[in-house]
């Protein structure tokens, strides 16, 4: 029996990026339990990322978050979908803990927007007066935490499969397979 580089997978990247829709489909291929870290800060916190934002602001929210992620990076085989502004703090993807690959889903800031109209209302960072300039220089300040994972998959111009499929390929390469092979 061959033991796995790695029992967690996170994937970090801007928002529109695909990490939970991936990150879904990229776990049910490995037989592996998803955690959305939205997800999970709205269930510790009775309330919704807007809310949070809203009621308690970023700061708050980005506590909740990290408190989320503290969890699940210490649980075995889940894929982790982080918010985009969590790997955005100092020194966040250095201290991920042995048995994680990080995996960075980049996408441009024209393409998260474009993907964003789709749910309007979830993202807060973007409802602003000018979205698209936001959008872009958040992706700019973002971008040097971001390469800091361990790999990077390009996903403009990319289908939710096709994506899934490159993330499967770079942990078959770390000799991790999916239990649907």
């Known amino acids: 029996m061959t033991v796995p580089v790695c029992s967690r997978v996170l994937l970090v990247g ?3 990026s695909g990490k939970s829709t991936v990150g879904a489909a990229v776990a049910r291929q490995l037989g592996w339990r998803h955690a959305d870290l939205d997800d999970e800060v ?15 602001g970023e700061k708050a929210f980005r506590e909740l978050e990290a408190r989320a992620a503290d969890k699940l990076l210490t649980a075995s085989r889940v894929v982790v979908s982080t918010g985009g502004g969590w790997a955005a703090a100092p020194g966040r993807l250095a201290e991920v803990p042995a048995g994680t690959v990080s995996i960075w ?22 409802d602003v007066e000018r979205p698209l300039e936001t959008a872009r220089q ?19 111009a990319s289908s ?14 770390l000799g991790l397979e999916s239990s649907t092979e």
């Open 42 to 56: 709205e269930k510790a916190a009775g309330a919704s990322v807007r809310e949070i934002f809203s009621a308690r």
């Open 105 to 126: 889903l980049d996408v441009s800031a024209d393409e998260a927007l474009r993907r964003a109209a789709k749910e309007p209302g979830r993202r807060p960072l973007l």
């Open 138 to 156: 958040l992706v700019e300040v973002r971008r040097l935490a971001y390469a800091a994972a361990d790999r990077r998959v390009d996903t403009d």
């Open 14 to 16: 801007f928002m529109g």
């Open 160 to 173: 939710v499969d096709d994506v899934t499929a490159r993330v499967l390929a770079i942990l078959a390469e």
